[in-house]
């Protein structure tokens, strides 16, 4: 029943924000246009660029879109796995058991930290002092209010049994709200400034999951709570300040349909296993759905073609007599490469797919019956993707990878089949 009242929480916390962020859209139009939070933006089509804007692309190029493309379905991600927060934990507790480290304490603040040297420093931002203070103020007291009272209603215990304050992750949200203050502050300067803020504000995410202070959960829901929060806040700072103390810059930019679409992020997603596992020819045994991370990229020689690959590690709960056994987890650890392709349908979107062969490394699997030992063998890989782009340097793809995978053991001759479904933000090189 408390799960029960939590989840709904969780999902009234959610609509919430949504409908602040329609009525923010609902009366955009009586901000003046060059306080637009969306840069102006020219799509090019492969024949044309005077082409009218396909319907999903103007649907994407709306503020309302632009305020919550990221926020809301980090937010959406960190709900739906949070059944599936144990898997992700086992990958920490088998390649990074005894991690301690205090730097993501102070690395939440880091992105903020250079916007504020910056400024000093005498470098133009988007904004006056007293506007750029007041939006940050706005942006962290929506931050704070959101994660607080959530913290205390849904009283999750955190995975080192703590306290019960673990969702979402408070570093996280601040984290991700200094690193959207930096990017709207100082994006006009370089694209590997909103890189660099969110690289910092990712890494102390992951820090919290490592250092075993928060379930993967909590990090999604903190990292959109931060990104929307800030969104909100610079929009309200927007309505009251109007033009004031505001520095116009062209960020104009253009999406060309055409560009290759050559990238560079992170793998995260979930295992989803397609038949049972083979360790010889007298035992077998299933696993569980499970979790995979890593880092995936391609480079394109034309907008259709390209070459690349990923690099993963993946944690899978073994059951035994029908029940998931904690205890013992199917690790593995492998390297893929291969041929990428895109199709792109609109200068937003495209879709591709990918025909990889790899290397996968087990580590030696200690049952209760037998001990396995490591092996290294043959793996091939295939998949489907969608690709949004976002910014002419931000990518988000959605993924479902199929992998074939052989047996751990040497004296079985069995092949397992698993889909690994999830999301990877990149960078668009």
Same mark, same amino acid.
Do not use: C
């Given at each position: ?83 599936? @927060? ?240 904690? @205890? ?102």
């Amino acid at each position: 029943m408390m799960q029960h009242r939590s989840l709904v929480l969780r999902l009234r916390t959610l609509v919430v924000l949504v409908a602040l962020m329609a009525a923010a859209q609902a009366s955009a139009q009586t901000v003046p246009d060059t306080l637009a939070a969306t840069p102006a933006l020219t799509l090019t089509a492969p024949d044309s660029t005077a082409q009218p804007m396909p319907r999903i692309d103007r649907l994407t190029s709306t503020r309302l879109y632009q305020m919550t493309y990221i926020g809301v379905p980090l937010v959406a991600a960190g709900l739906l796995v949070k059944g599936q @927060d144990a898997h992700f934990r086992g990958l920490r507790h088998d390649y990074l058991p005894e991690y301690r480290n205090h730097v993501d304490d102070g690395m939440q603040f880091l992105p903020g930290l250079v916007m504020i040297g910056l400024k000093t420093a005498g470098v133009e931002s988007r904004s006056s002092w007293g506007r750029m203070i007041a939006s940050g103020a706005l942006s962290a007291v929506i931050m704070g209010s959101v994660v607080e009272s959530i913290k205390l209603t849904s009283k999750v215990e955190r995975p080192d049994g703590s306290d019960n304050h673990s969702f979402p992750s408070g570093h996280t949200a601040t984290a991700f709200m200094t690193a959207t203050m930096l990017s709207k502050e100082y994006g006009h300067l370089s694209p590997w400034v909103g890189i660099g803020a969110y690289s910092v504000a990712t890494t102390t995410g992951l820090m919290r999951v490592v250092n075993n202070k928060h379930w993967l959960s909590d990090v999604l829901t903190g990292a959109g709570i931060g990104i929307i929060s800030t969104e909100l806040g610079y929009w309200v700072a927007d309505r009251l300040f109007r033009d004031h103390g505001i520095t116009h810059h062209s960020t104009a930019y253009t999406l060309d349909m055409m560009r290759r679409p050559s990238f560079l992020g992170i793998y995260v997603g979930m295992n989803i296993p397609l038949s049972k596992y083979d360790i010889d020819e007298q035992h077998e045994f299933r696993t569980s759905a499970g979790s995979t991370a890593g880092v995936e990229g391609a480079y394109f020689f034309t907008p259709y073609v390209g070459v690349g690959g990923r690099v993963t590690v993946t944690n899978t709960q073994i059951i035994t007599d029908g029940n998931v056994a904690e @205890d013992h987890t199917f690790d593995a650890v492998s390297g893929y490469a291969g041929a990428y392709f895109s199709l792109p349908l609109t200068p937003r979107w495209q879709i591709g797919t990918k025909a990889l062969a790899g290397y996968v490394h087990y580590p030696r699997l200690r049952l209760k019956s037998m001990n396995i030992g490591t092996r290294d063998s043959a793996t091939f890989g295939t998949g489907v993707s969608a690709t949004y782009r976002a910014t002419d340097h931000y990518n988000a793809r959605f993924f479902v990878d199929y992998n074939l995978l052989p047996s751990h053991s040497r004296g079985s001759r069995e092949w397992m089949s698993t889909l690994a479904a999830g999301l990877s933000f990149a960078v668009a090189l």
